[in-house]
């Protein structure tokens, strides 16, 4: 029987039972890809990050990949916030870990004032979408947008006039599906916010999360886009999820820094036959 550690926490949460929750599990060598999707499934979160001390400790102190309940991922900034969060908790004098990731680089984790603060590549949306694609995410979310914007075949933003627009939204999750030109579509629905300066919501029905609780890659991908419209490179961001969670978003270079808070709510062992 192989014990392996188990923690989940729930990342950019400021109290239990909000935020998004993880599975964070800290291997000593690789398990094969197909037992690793079946622990992700067996947990069924929307992730479940995984952790192998770096071969190279000069490139970084952990390789990480994460799966969901469905396929691995190429991007989670929730569960590598979450996965900070169990390492620097066990090593008090550590100030920061990195994660060397498969599609993503190097990505850095440290300690701030908010909790911890996350360094993510700036992946920005910048293709225009209009005609009949345009017509079909309206219909897939069932308003339509301002404007949408894509990034290649994964990605997908549309931006409303409000924040109002963006929590009324009743997707058609298979409609969704069917949007499908990449391994993994998101769409993100956006708009300025009330209580902070932007709001979203997240949709990966695809990926076996019909909507997610907050999203940190989503906000690599629109973190450019609201600094440039609101002339600023430091917002404040709510995912308006039901369990809701609040993310400090610095634009700096090539870089989206997330700020934010992690609970741990469980400890133990996943067994392993």
């Not at 992730?47 to 770096?54: G, I, Q, R, S, Y």
């Not at 992946?123 to 345009?134: F, K, N, Q, V, Y």
Request: aromatic fraction near 8%; glycine fraction near 8%; hydrophobic fraction near 50%.
């Amino acid at each position: 029987m192989k014990r392996i550690p188990f923690r989940q926490v729930d990342a950019f949460a400021d109290a239990p039972f909000s935020g998004n929750p993880a599975a964070v599990m800290l291997l000593d060598a690789w398990l094969p890809d197909a037992v690793l999707q079946a622990i992700a499934e067996e947990n069924n979160l929307a992730e479940t990050a995984f952790l192998v001390p770096c071969p190279d400790p000069e490139t970084a102190d952990f390789d990480l990949r994460w799966f969901t309940p469905g396929i691995e991922v190429a991007l989670c900034g929730h569960a590598t916030l979450a996965s900070g969060h169990v390492v620097l908790s066990a090593a008090p004098g550590m100030k920061q870990v990195r994660f060397s990731t498969q599609k993503a680089g190097v990505l850095t984790v440290m300690r701030a004032k908010s909790g911890y603060a996350l360094a993510l590549p700036s992946w920005p949306a910048e293709d225009r979408i209009a005609g009949s694609e345009l017509q079909a995410i309206s219909a897939a979310l069932g308003a339509m947008p301002v404007e949408a914007l894509g990034r290649g075949s994964d990605y997908r933003v549309a931006v409303f006039a409000d924040a109002a627009a963006v929590r009324a939204l009743q997707p058609d999750f298979r409609a969704i599906i069917a949007l499908q030109t990449g391994h993994d579509l998101m769409v993100i629905a956006t708009a300025p916010g009330v209580e902070t300066d932007v709001v979203s919501r997240v949709f990966v029905p695809e990926a076996g999360v019909d909507e997610d609780s907050v999203t940190g890659s989503a906000h690599a991908i629109i973190g450019s886009y609201w600094a440039k419209r609101l002339g600023r490179d430091a917002f404040t961001a709510y995912q308006a999820s039901r369990r809701g969670g609040h993310l400090g978003v610095i634009v700096t270079g090539d870089r989206v820094i997330l700020t934010g808070g992690c609970r741990t709510v469980i400890e133990g062992e996943f067994l392993l036959a």
